[in-house]
């Protein structure tokens, strides 16, 4: 069974600092998904990477992929309160389906 | 372009009830899934439909059956609910498989309570 584990599951941070979001796993995944999603809504993809060691960067946020695609990470630099929400990673799977982490609860303090 | 659009938002039942969650999207994606989304648990897949005409169970499908009723529309019922099945339930859509790396547009959800 396929398993991603995401560290931290909490994060409560003050505005300006930065912050990394890990999301490992003992499998092999072909590309792996970064969404954000907030309260009262559904998640809303951030980013994909294919390769292994790429890296995306999307205004503050950088996104890697590990160079064996088996975890990456999410780093926020200089964060805002618009930051705030639950980041999920999501690892293709079988081929229809995506296995995904539990999920990290940012909270940005002004 | 409405994107995904789920009904209801919000629903109450008793246990022993049952129900059914519509789910549509106007994307022409090929590829639709049902989450239940628990605290700490992330997104569980229940079912989802590679394409129209074809439905797969995914990790937690007891309890539920689904209905690909035309490529736009995905269907899940609950039979008997149970307190278990208390979640917000997530429909999605993409337009191939996640394999291939593509994107899954969710709808915004359904917040059910089983008392």
């Known amino acids: 069974t396929q398993l991603l584990e995401q560290s931290p599951q909490f994060l409560s941070i003050q505005e300006g600092e930065n912050l990394t979001v890990y999301c490992n796993s003992s499998s092999v995944f072909s590309s792996l998904q970064w969404y954000r999603q907030e309260p009262g809504e559904g998640p809303v993809l951030l980013v994909t990477?294919?390769?292994g060691g790429e890296v995306k960067k999307l205004k503050r946020l950088t996104f890697q992929f590990g160079d064996a695609r088996k975890d990456s990470s999410l780093h926020i630099t200089a964060a805002q309160p618009g930051d705030t929400g639950l980041y999920l990673c999501a690892g293709a799977g079988s081929n229809y389906q995506l296995i995904w982490g539990a999920g990290t609860k940012l909270i940005i303090k002004p | 372009n409405a994107g995904v659009t789920q009904t209801p938002k919000f629903q109450v039942l008793k246990t022993g009830q049952s129900m059914t969650l519509q789910c549509a999207q106007d994307m022409n994606h090929n590829s639709m899934y049902w989450y239940r989304q628990d605290p700490g648990m992330g997104l569980r897949l229940i079912y989802y439909?590679?394409?129209?005409?074809?439905?797969d169970k995914g990790e937690v499908p007891n309890g539920y059956n689904v209905s690909r009723l035309n490529k736009r529309e995905f269907s899940l019922r609950l039979e008997s609910a149970a307190p278990s099945q208390t979640s917000v339930y997530f429909c999605?859509?993409?337009?191939?498989?996640?394999?291939?790396?593509?994107?899954?547009?969710f709808g915004p959800g359904t917040r059910l309570t089983v008392t």
């Open positions: 999605a859509s993409s337009e191939a498989a996640a394999r291939a790396g593509y994107e899954q547009y």
């Open positions: 990477v294919v390769t």
């Open positions: 439909s590679a394409s129209e005409g074809t439905t």
